[in-house]
């Protein structure tokens, strides 16, 4: 099977890189056209290529940031050949309609969960792993967008060795997916880290010493967890505590907040992110 990466020295193509040069399964194009993405590339003794891998590719995986996605697969869709699996690491070029029209090729969309918070493996080491693709176990989610079925378990065995070590596949369709990121993971998680972080600087800021705030805010952060996902048998909030959050849910939420896992909100969110737009507030 001949790949051809492309992106392949950026962030997220480095990784993919790193995990195909640990496999000789494949014919593997390294397509990058930045100055600072060769110099990565070079730094791992790849052999660098051009345009002229992706024709004869038998997978092309599009390993480039959301808002080049739809120019990049637009300028290569004439060059892909009949049958062409075409891999994307996010939903949104897909879900948002930015890929170009052609029947007769594969679209494909694999996306890493990271790893869990609650990664037990013994080795600690692993432990450091937050991304995932290099140490820790971590679960993936695939969609066969467009194409055969057959090619469905072409894209998932590529996905679980550039994605590896992967412990778990999830077959979805690609609107779930991106229900999932952007809409659960970025739009409602990622507002309420952020969040979560500045509520722990506002009491540092108040006067509470910095080492003593974060101590007591990542461990209750741990049990809450523990005890919000039943990762505790039988344990539940104290009586104290469930009031405690009943007084702040209504501080800090708005009433209609589920509104951004909306699918109609979710294409909103996604239109954003591919376009370069500004984001606003948008009623739905």
């Not at 697969?73 to 052609?102: E, Q």
Request: hydrophobic letters at 45%; one cysteine or more; charged letters at 25%.
């Amino acid at each position: 099977m001949k790949i051809a990466l492309v992106g392949a020295g950026g962030k997220m193509g480095c990784r993919l890189t790193d995990n195909f040069l640990l496999t000789n399964k494949f014919e593997v194009s390294y397509v990058e056209i930045s100055d600072i993405g060769k110099e990565r590339l070079i730094e791992r003794g790849v052999t660098i290529s051009g345009d002229e891998a992706i024709p004869d590719a038998d997978v092309v995986i599009l390993a480039v940031p959301d808002v080049f996605i739809g120019k990049v697969a637009t300028a290569y869709v004439d060059k892909f050949k009949s049958g062409c699996i075409v891999i994307t690491l996010d939903p949104a070029a897909a879900v948002g309609g930015h890929l170009p029209a052609r029947a007769d090729i594969t679209y494909f969309v694999a996306h890493p969960t990271h790893p869990s918070v609650f990664n037990w493996e013994s080795d600690e080491s692993k432990h450091f792993d937050f991304f995932g693709g290099i140490g820790a176990k971590q679960v993936i989610v695939c969609a066969l967008f467009q194409g055969p079925e057959a090619h469905y378990q072409i894209g998932e065995d590529l996905a679980k060795i550039f994605y590896a070590p992967v412990s778990k596949s999830h077959k979805i369709s690609a609107e779930n997916m991106a229900m999932l990121e952007p809409g659960l993971a970025e739009t409602f998680l990622g507002a309420v880290m952020v969040t979560m972080r500045e509520a722990l600087d506002e009491v540092i800021r108040k006067g509470v010493p910095r080492e003593a705030a974060y101590d007591f805010f990542m461990g209750h952060i741990n049990i809450e967890l523990a005890l919000c996902f039943d990762k505790i048998p039988g344990g539940v909030f104290s009586d104290a505590c469930y009031k405690a959050i009943q007084i702040g849910k209504p501080l800090i939420f708005k009433e209609d907040w589920k509104r951004v896992l909306e699918p109609a909100h979710i294409k909103h969110q996604i239109s954003i992110m591919t376009d370069g737009a500004v984001p606003v507030v948008k009623d739905f």
